[in-house]
Nanobody, 125 residues
Framework: QVQLVESGGGLVQAGDSLRLSCAAS????????MGWFRQAPGKEREFVAF????????SYADSVKGRFTISRDNAKNTVYLQMNSLKPEDSAVYYC??????????????????WGQGTQVTVSS
């Protein structure tokens, strides 16, 4: 089993930055593919970003490309999501996700086995 704990959410203004963190435990972190999803009220959960366990592959949703950056620190068992130039439409609960080693359909929520409890991000206009 993998436990994921997110932190770093909050209330910010449009144009501000936030960095989300997700601490993982339970399995060898360096073998975990990590990602982020988000869900706004009344909307479906959507893919945000992912990084493969080898850190050789990353991918972003078009809506965040160029503004968000995913990174990981294997020594700290932590994955980050740096969010810049935040917009009100980025407001959502952000979930950290993990999958042991490889993953095929990273943008599909059903592909991920492990989920954090979520952290709220609210961007005011």
């Amino acid at each position: 089993q993998v436990q994921l704990v997110e932190s770093g959410g909050g209330l910010v203004q449009a144009g501000d930055s936030l960095r989300l963190s997700c601490a993982a435990s339970g399995r060898t972190f360096s073998r975990l593919t990590m990602g982020w999803f988000r869900q706004a009220p009344g909307k479906e959960r959507e893919f945000v970003a992912f990084m493969s366990w080898k850190s050789s592959t990353t991918s972003y949703a078009d809506s965040v490309k160029g503004r968000f950056t995913i990174s990981r620190d294997n020594a700290k068992n932590t994955v980050y999501l740096q969010m810049n130039s935040l917009k009100p439409e980025d407001s959502a609960v952000y979930y950290c996700v993990a999958e042991w080693m490889g993953i095929e359909s990273y943008s599909s929520s059903i592909s991920w086995d492990y989920w954090g409890q979520g952290t709220q991000v609210t961007v005011s206009s």
